[in-house]
C-alpha cells in the first residue's frame, strides 16, 4: 500500500531527502520549541511525497488536527528560508498542493505561542497530509 509521507530536517525540492516524519508512532515528530514568555513564531521546511511509482491524483491537502491546531500553520515554499519565511509567506490553516509523486514539494509549518499559556510538552496536534493516491505504472 502507498502511503503519502513528510519529511522534515531541511528537505530540497525536487530531490528525495530530509528526514520521515513518524506517522503513528511518534519516535520522530516535528518539533518546534517556542518561548511563551514572548508569544514567539518559529517556522520550518517540510516536505510531502509519494512512494517511488506512485503519485496524487488531483490534489494533497495539508492541515493541521488536534486540540491546539490553531497555534499552527501552513504557506507555499518560494524559496524562504526559516527567517523570511515567518515574514514573506501567506500563512494558512490548509494548504493544497498539486502533482505531488515521487520527490519532494516542499511547503512550510509554522508554529506560534501565546504569553498567556503555560508551558507544555504538545502533542496534541497532528500534520495530516490527505489525497488520492496512485500507481504511475
Not at 4 to 19: C, K, R, V
Request: aromatic share 8%; net charge negative.
Amino acid at each position: 500500500m502507498a502511503h503519502i509521507h513528510l519529511y522534515m530536517n531541511n528537505p530540497t525540492a525536487g530531490s528525495t531527502d530530509g528526514t520521515e516524519i513518524s506517522s503513528n508512532d511518534n519516535t520522530l515528530p516535528l518539533t518546534l520549541i517556542l518561548d511563551a514568555s514572548t508569544a514567539e513564531n518559529k517556522a520550518v521546511k517540510v516536505a510531502v511525497r509519494c512512494d517511488t511509482g506512485y503519485e496524487v491524483e488531483g490534489d494533497t491537502t495539508i492541515y493541521f488536527e488536534g486540540t491546539n491546531a490553531a497555534k499552527w500553520q501552513v504557506a507555499e515554499d518560494d524559496d524562504f528560508t526559516s527567517s523570511t519565511a515567518l515574514t514573506n509567506a501567506l500563512w494558512t490553516s490548509t494548504l493544497t498542493i498539486s502533482n505531488v509523486a515521487a520527490t519532494n514539494k516542499v511547503f512550510w509549518v509554522k508554529a506560534s505561542s501565546a504569553t498567556t499559556e503555560n508551558p507544555q510538552n504538545d502533542r496534541t496536534v497532528k500534520l495530516v497530509a490527505e489525497g488520492f493516491v496512485v500507481s504511475t505504472e
